[in-house]
């Protein structure tokens, strides 16, 4: 009925809303529209450069060159020569200099600090009226960027046209731009279409190194960015946008970041005409996420490798403000995912993260993750549809190749009833090599696929070994066919539960979630294992006074308790192994049941209807052993553990009373009630 489903979207939304606020404020940005998409992706320029960047210090520039092959260190050398007299010594102001689209800048070998970009803003730049974001900067206008365009940019590129930078090293370690941690950016490209970055590397912010917004055209060719606060590439709200040959590490949420990617596919199935933004040849290690994407709408990435992180790639519909939401259409293909098991929650525990960013320690491997997220997974969808994720390479993760859940709507600020469950539909994952390397070698998975059950027309390949739940839709060979499909509208209430428990983070306020084995909580520490070892004990009491009081001196009825008992120990036993519980969830309900059905028909002679809703609980616990191990039931909107646990409830308070009550039918007859009955 329909009062039911709004009851359920309000109570997941609520959990999920309480899950998801402490993260929301990982990115904000201020309001900015997708471009119409009348641009293009840039090409490379070969002609002689517009403007050149240098330093003076010859001898310095000389050790620069030295190893480079002969012609190349010609090239730089005239260069250099050219760029004493013509030339800028910092790149900001080769940028102010650039006066009509099409000119290109050339970026000699040296470290560039920009000095005179890096004070703190005076006069009138340090009253500007912005709203505040969580995270303690301003949320800028366009104008006011260009008012006051080093109040947090160390390099600002805004409204300049198809505008090539390139540094003209060996390779892209040669050139770099450093922000010393003073500036939330070292370089951003703001409303510049058709901008082309070349061959340099960025580093030390408090934000992102390279930084692409409302941008319709872009690319990134061989450029590195590292040890940032934040991401190491973000490009947000743009479209015709290509990253090829990147790299980047060191960054406390990922290395590479299209969000808010323009959402042409929006509306449409598998089958789209293009993608807006387009990520090859990368490799982005040792972050927080590889990639990540809220709303990254339309992206396609393939033969990259993300690797070492806490986990590879990510893409989600989990924090408000970005257009585009829900996220929708990522195609993954021939990517490299692997061995991402990193952990630097404990960089936060410790007080770490606490210390300004030059303390840190980032160069020495430190990272401080921003977000809350299960390390030691592939590839994470937190609320996405019409994902493509095939023939990729996934392995070594110590929980999980690919992990899926829903975010309701309500968690972007949308609180249509219609919107609430209309995330985790459609996400394809099929011909994926899990568990091997490229060499062919065995590098298992914890787990292939964990899911919390949420969404409809979610296919896994038939090679996924280990899942949970065990019971997963399967892709057919065409896009779009599915077998043994369901279309939930809540997910497990056990997972959600943890989801819940794991969100609670703080990376500012140094608050690592208890209860959650992402932050290192293990046995009796984890909310899975408290919620089954407190389940565990009530019915095992609640059981155990019923059957002496009602049932000890039935025999089926014993030995069904003492199935039931087994599999309370045994739901016990697979919560303390988390994602290597194989079939003993199943197991555990399957005993479970049979206790439940068994009492249930004993106890229907004497108490009709408490016996009956016995019957009804064990039959719904041996059709949730069904669910979870055979076949996901396809025509239910909730998973039977849902019914059975509000049951369950019911019939725990209706066993104590039944269990307390004097059996006066089982009493013998007294003189007085014969003498009674007789009359």
Request: aromatic content about 10%; some cysteine.
């Amino acid at each position: 009925m329909p009062w039911i489903r709004r009851l359920l979207v309000v109570l997941v939304a609520l959990c999920a809303a309480l899950a998801a606020t402490p993260a929301a404020q990982a990115h904000e940005e201020r309001p900015v529209k997708l471009p119409d998409g009348s641009g293009s992706v840039p090409v490379h320029r070969d002609g002689p450069p517009d403007l050149l960047v240098c330093k003076k210090d010859r001898a310095d520039f000389e050790r620069r060159v030295a190893g480079f092959p002969a012609g190349l260190r010609k090239k730089n050398l005239d260069l250099f020569a050219r760029c004493q007299d013509q030339g800028f010594r910092h790149l900001q102001a080769a940028v102010d200099a650039v006066d009509r689209p099409g000119m290109n800048i050339a970026i000699l070998p040296g470290l560039y600090e920009e000095e005179p970009s890096r004070p703190k803003p005076t006069g009138a730049c340090t009253r500007l009226k912005a709203r505040n974001s969580q995270l303690g900067y301003q949320i800028l206008s366009y104008a006011q960027q260009k008012r006051c365009p080093h109040n947090q940019n160390l390099v600002a590129i805004l409204g300049k046209k198809n505008l090539q930078i390139e540094g003209t090293g060996q390779s892209r370690l040669d050139v770099v731009i450093d922000a010393k941690y003073t500036k939330l950016n070292a370089i951003r490209a703001d409303g510049s279409d058709g901008v082309y970055f070349k061959n340099f590397t960025a580093q030390r912010t408090t934000f992102n190194s390279l930084y692409v917004l409302a941008g319709d055209g872009f690319v990134i060719d061989d450029v590195l960015t590292r040890w940032n606060d934040e991401y190491g590439f973000l490009t947000f709200a743009s479209d015709h946008g290509l990253y090829k040959n990147c790299e980047s590490y060191g960054n406390g949420d990922s290395g590479i970041y299209p969000g808010s990617a323009s959402n042409i596919n929006n509306g449409r199935g598998y089958d789209v005409p293009r993608y807006s933004i387009e990520i090859t040849g990368c490799r982005s290690h040792h972050n927080m996420v590889g990639y990540s994407g809220t709303a990254g709408d339309s992206v396609y990435a393939h033969d990259n490798e993300f690797d070492h992180n806490m986990g590879g790639a990510s893409m989600d519909s989990a924090f408000p403000g970005h257009p585009g939401l829900p996220q929708n259409h990522a195609r993954f293909e021939r990517n490299d995912i692997h061995d991402n098991n990193a952990n630097y929650y404990p960089y936060v525990a410790d007080g770490t993260c606490a210390k300004d960013p030059v303390d840190r320690g980032y160069e020495d491997g430190v990272v401080c993750p921003q977000i809350s997220m299960p390390p030691g997974t592939g590839i994470i969808t937190a609320g996405g549809n019409w994902n493509r994720y095939e023939n990729n390479w996934v392995y070594g993760h110590d929980r999980a190749a690919f992990f899926l859940s829903a975010v309701p709507a309500f968690i972007r600020g949308e609180s249509a009833w219609s919107k609430q469950t209309d995330t985790s539909h459609h996400n394809r994952y099929a011909g994926n090599k899990l568990g091997v390397d490229k060499q062919g070698r065995s590098r298992p998975n914890a787990t292939d696929v964990w899911w919390d059950g949420q969404g409809g027309g979610n296919c896994w390949q038939g090679s996924a070994g280990a899942a949970t739940p065990r019971a997963l839709p399967t892709c057919g060979t065409k896009r779009g066919d599915v077998s043994g499909g369901s279309d939930r509208l809540v997910g497990e209430p056990s997972k959600l539960a943890a989801l819940l428990v794991c969100a609670d983070y703080n990376v500012q306020a140094r608050r690592l979630p208890a209860g959650c084995d992402w932050y290192g909580a293990r046995g009796i520490e984890r909310i899975e294992v408290q919620l089954a070892l407190g389940v565990a004990v009530v019915l095992t009491l609640v059981g155990g006074v019923l059957w002496w009081r009602r049932l000890r001196s039935h025999r089926w009825a014993t030995v069904a308790c003492a199935a039931g008992l087994a599999g309370l120990a045994l739901d016990v036993a697979g919560s303390t192994m988390g994602l290597q519980s194989g079939y003993l969830p199943a197991a555990a309900l399957l005993l479970t049941g049979a206790w439940w059905t068994a009492v249930g028909l004993v106890l229907r002679r004497e108490r009709p209807w408490f016996g009956w809703v016995t019957v009804a609980l064990g039959a719904l616990t041996l059709l949730d052993a069904f669910d979870k191990a055979v076949v996901m039931l396809p025509w239910i909107p909730l998973s039977p553990a849902w019914i059975r646990g509000l049951l369950g409830v019911v019939w725990v308070l209706w066993a104590v009373v039944a269990a307390s009550r004097q059996d006066t039918a089982a009493r013998p007859e007294t003189p007085e009630v014969l003498t009674e009955v007789r009359a």
